[in-house]
Nanobody, 116 residues
Framework: QVQFVESGGGLVQPGGSLRLSCVAS????????MSWYRQAPGKERELVAS????????NYADSVKGRFTISRDNPKNTVYLQMNSLKPEDTAVYYC?????????WGQGTQVTVSS
């Protein structure tokens, strides 16, 4: 059974930083690409960043390039999202995601609020 436990969200001022973590279980973590998505109120869920199983390929949404960094620690079954220079428009619920045997699995989401 695929499961995720996300943590690290919170309230931060503009320009601040947060680090999200997602611990996965139920599948061979190192064999699968992992992604972070986010969904702001009234908007569709959007891809923020993705990383392949051995970290050989990483992609970012244009809106976060140069500010966010995705990484993973395969022995710990954990994927991270380091978020720097946060802006109010980064406010959203952030979800980790895996596509496993053709099915999409999502974490429970962690709220990130950027506000002064």
């Amino acid at each position: 059974q695929v499961q995720f436990v996300e943590s690290g969200g919170g309230l931060v001022q503009p320009g601040g930083s947060l680090r999200l973590s997602c611990v996965a279980s139920g599948f061979t973590f190192s064999s699968y690409a992992m992604s972070w998505y986010r969904q702001a109120p009234g908007k569709e869920r959007e891809l923020v960043a993705s990383i392949t199983g051995l970290s050989s390929r990483i992609n970012y949404a244009d809106s976060v390039k140069g500010r966010f960094t995705i990484s993973r620690d395969n022995p710990k079954n954990t994927v991270y999202l380091q978020m720097n220079s946060l802006k109010p428009e980064d406010t959203a619920v952030y979800y980790c995601h895996v596509l496993w045997f053709g099915n999409a699995y999502w974490g429970q989401g962690t709220q990130v609020t950027v506000s002064s």
